[in-house]
C-alpha cells in the first residue's frame, strides 16, 4: 500500500524566516506530486506541482524532487502569518488520477 | 480548473440516519472522487466514480455504507448511511485536473449525535 508521510508539526517559524516542508513516498512509481495548503475549515487547495527531479520555483515556494531518495520537499521564503495552514503532500502515478495525501504538516508563522 | 459546488455545505444529524450530498462540477469530467477527512486527520479516498458504471471503493469502505450515484459527467451523490458518530467527518468532492492534480469541492461538514 502506498504510503506518504509527513512531520505532523506543528512547525513554528518566525516571519520572514525560510519553513521547509518535507515529505517522503514509499511507491518508486510515483510520478507525479503535489502541495496542497488547507485553511482551517476549508478545503485544500493547489499550490504547487513537481514532476521531475530538482527545483521548480513560483513566487516565495519552491518544490524540490528527489526520486532516488523518494522525498520531495516545499520551502516558503519570506514566510507570512497568511501561510500559517496545514500543508499536505499527495502523489500520484502516471496514468492514474487518484492521490494518496500524507498526513499533513501544521505551519504556524509566528509574527 | 473546475468549479465545484457542494450541498449541504454542513449538517447535524441523528444515529442510524442517512445523509445524501450532492456534488455539481462546471465542466464535463470523467472521474469525480470523493474523500473524508476526519477530525485532525488528512484526506481519506472513499472512492472513484465514473459516469455510467459503478464506483469503485478503497480499502475499508462499502457500496452499502457509501453508495455513490453518477447520472452525468457533471454531477455525483454520495450518500453516508446508517450514521454513527464515527461518521462524524468533512467529506469532499474533488475532480483530476489536466496536470494529475485534483481540485476540491468546498465540503460537506457532517456531525453525527
Known amino acids: 500500500q502506498k504510503e506518504v508521510e509527513q512531520n505532523s508539526g506543528p512547525l513554528s517559524v518566525p516571519e520572514g524566516a525560510i519553513a521547509s516542508l518535507n515529505c517522503t513516498y514509499s511507491d518508486r512509481g510515483s510520478q507525479s506530486f503535489f502541495w496542497y495548503r488547507q485553511y482551517s475549515g476549508k478545503s485544500p487547495e493547489l499550490i504547487m506541482s513537481?514532476?521531475?527531479?530538482g527545483d521548480k520555483e513560483d513566487g516565495r515556494f519552491t518544490a524540490q524532487l528527489n526520486k532516488a531518495s523518494q522525498y520531495v520537499s516545499l520551502l516558503i521564503r519570506d514566510s507570512q502569518p497568511s501561510d500559517s495552514a496545514t500543508y499536505l503532500c499527495a502523489v500520484n502515478d502516471f496514468g492514474n488520477e487518484k492521490l494518496t495525501f500524507g498526513t499533513g504538516t501544521r505551519l504556524t508563522i509566528i509574527p | 480548473s473546475a468549479v465545484i459546488s457542494q450541498k449541504p455545505s454542513r449538517d447535524i444529524c441523528q444515529r442510524g440516519t442517512s445523509l445524501t450530498i450532492q456534488c455539481q462540477v462546471d465542466?464535463?469530467?470523467?472521474?469525480m472522487f470523493w474523500y473524508r477527512q476526519q477530525p485532525g486527520q488528512s484526506l481519506t479516498l472513499i472512492a472513484t466514480a465514473n459516469q455510467g458504471s459503478e464506483a469503485t471503493y478503497e480499502s475499508g469502505f462499502v457500496i452499502d455504507k457509501f453508495p455513490i450515484s453518477r447520472p452525468n459527467l457533471t454531477f455525483s451523490t454520495l450518500t453516508v448511511s446508517n450514521m454513527s458518530p464515527e461518521d462524524s467527518s468533512i467529506y469532499l468532492c474533488?475532480?483530476?485536473?489536466?496536470?494529475?492534480?485534483?481540485?476540491f469541492g468546498p465540503g460537506t461538514r457532517l456531525t453525527v449525535l
Open positions: 513537481i514532476y521531475s527531479n
Open positions: 474533488s475532480v483530476a485536473g489536466l496536470a494529475g492534480d485534483s481540485s
Open positions: 465542466s464535463q469530467v470523467t472521474m
